[in-house]
Every structure is written in structure tokens, then in C-alpha cells.
């Protein structure tokens, strides 16, 4: 029987989050990679043609995305009669600094971008 152990990754796409997936996927784990850069999922899904990835494209700031998510995970995880559950979640997605500028200039809009992007990502998930 193929490994059942399941993570999910946010912001599974680029960085330290491409990292964590190459690596669990290259220790026999099936990965879900969410992100909410659609291109870099397609070039991650691209390198990794014959491995158990499901490149999920989500904001993990939004609820309904989230939601959409996770229902696309069951079923991916029903088509290959696996256990239902994940055995890993990694919360790694969040705005970063380059993109938002010094803390002290922040709009609140932003702000709230942000916080969504750290800390409602990972309530959400």
C-alpha cells in the first residue's frame, strides 16, 4: 500500500515552503501544497510530475478558500483511498517583510492583510 501519511504545507509553492515540500515528498510523504500564487504551483506540480502532490491554489487568509481547499484534499485523499486527516500541518504561509515595507508604515489595510495572511491562515487551517 502506498505511504498514507498526508502533511499540508501553506505557502507550499516557493521558499521554505517548496523546501518542506521536496523534502517530505522525497521521503515518501503524500503533500498538499497550498498557495496563493497559482504560477509557482504549476512549477512545482511540473517538477514533481510522478510524485503524490496536490498543488492546492488558495489565499489561507480567506475563508472560503480555505473551505474549497480542504474539500478538494478530501477528495483527493478519497480517490486514493487513503485515511481521512492529515498527520502534518505546517502553517509556513505569510506576508514577509520585502512585500509590506517596515512595520511602523503600514496602512491598517494592510495590517489586516497581514495578520490575515499569519495568524488567520493558521486559525483557518
Known sequence: MANSRLALITGGAQGIGRGIVEYLLARGWRVAALDRD???LTEL??????SP???LMADN???TEVDAAFAR???WQGAANQPPGLDLLVNNAGIADPETGPLEQLALADWRRWQDSHL???FLC
Open 73 to 75: 484534499l478530501r477528495d
Open 53 to 55: 502532490l496536490l498543488p
Open 120 to 122: 488567520t491562515g493558521a
Open 61 to 63: 487568509g480567506h475563508e
Open 38 to 40: 497559482g504560477d509557482a
Open 45 to 50: 506540480d511540473a517538477a514533481h510530475p510522478s
